[in-house]
């Protein structure tokens, strides 16, 4: 899928996929020298993280294993409660495990803080973050995204595994959406 097949309901590119593809590499870069020689598992949260952990892992050189979560957080419209369900969860017994989780987006952090402690409890050897998108709201939360791809405003993003209901995860880079897809304008 790309740009022309949205006619009218693209808004903007804000990430173009060479920009995606190069900071994928440099994250890839990064993760591979500070696991070197370790056992790593990433921990995918779906759907969201599905494009980018399928494109860190082959850029990686470390060899690692991938296991996925899939979680809803509860609250009203788009944001969320920090009130978590795992509605899938990991089939790995990551007790000391190198784990590093993948993640689409950090907006408020509520989802990924309430996951950490998860993850945490269950006694792995390391727990790190690497999110490709993180958004102004995040520096309140008090978590540490050890890997970071973009800092993006304040606006619903979609693309590159992100959706607007279930839709457009398949574009190879990440845009706004024009105000009519959401209704906005009567149209
Ligand atoms: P919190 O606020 O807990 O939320 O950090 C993180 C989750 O909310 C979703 N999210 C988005 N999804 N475009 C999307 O498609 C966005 O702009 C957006 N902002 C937040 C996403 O599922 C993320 O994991
Ligand atoms: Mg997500």
Redesign the pocket.
């Known amino acids: 899928m790309d740009e022309k097949d949205l006619g009218d309901d693209l808004a903007k590119v804000l990430i173009p996929e060479a920009d995606l593809q190069a900071k994928v590499r440099e994250l890839a870069g990064q993760i591979d020298a500070d696991y070197a020689g370790r056992d790593l598992l990433l921990v995918g949260?779906l759907k969201?993280?599905v494009m980018i952990m399928a494109d860190l892992a082959r850029e990686l050189h470390t060899p690692a294993s991938m296991d996925w979560m899939a979680v809803s957080?509860y609250?009203s419209g788009?944001?969320?409660s920090?009130v978590v369900r795992i509605l899938k969860d990991l089939d790995t017994d990551i007790l000391d495990r190198d784990v590093l989780i993948v993640?689409?987006?950090?907006?408020?952090?509520?989802?990924?803080?309430?996951l950490v402690s998860n993850l945490r409890s269950r006694g792995p050897a390391s727990l790190e973050i690497c999110a490709l998108?993180r958004?102004p709201?995040?520096v309140q939360?008090d978590l540490d995204v050890k890997y970071i791809g973009f800092d993006?405003p304040n606006?619903?993003?979609?693309g590159y595994?992100?959706?607007?209901a279930e839709r457009?995860r398949n574009l190879p880079f990440v845009g706004t959406l024009a105000p009519h897809v959401y209704g906005g304008d009567g149209a």
Do not use: C, R
């Open positions: 949260v969201g993280a957080s609250g788009t944001k969320s920090g993640e689409d987006i950090v907006d408020s952090g509520l989802t990924l803080s309430w998108l958004k709201e995040a939360a993006i606006e619903f993003v979609i595994g992100l959706d607007y457009y």
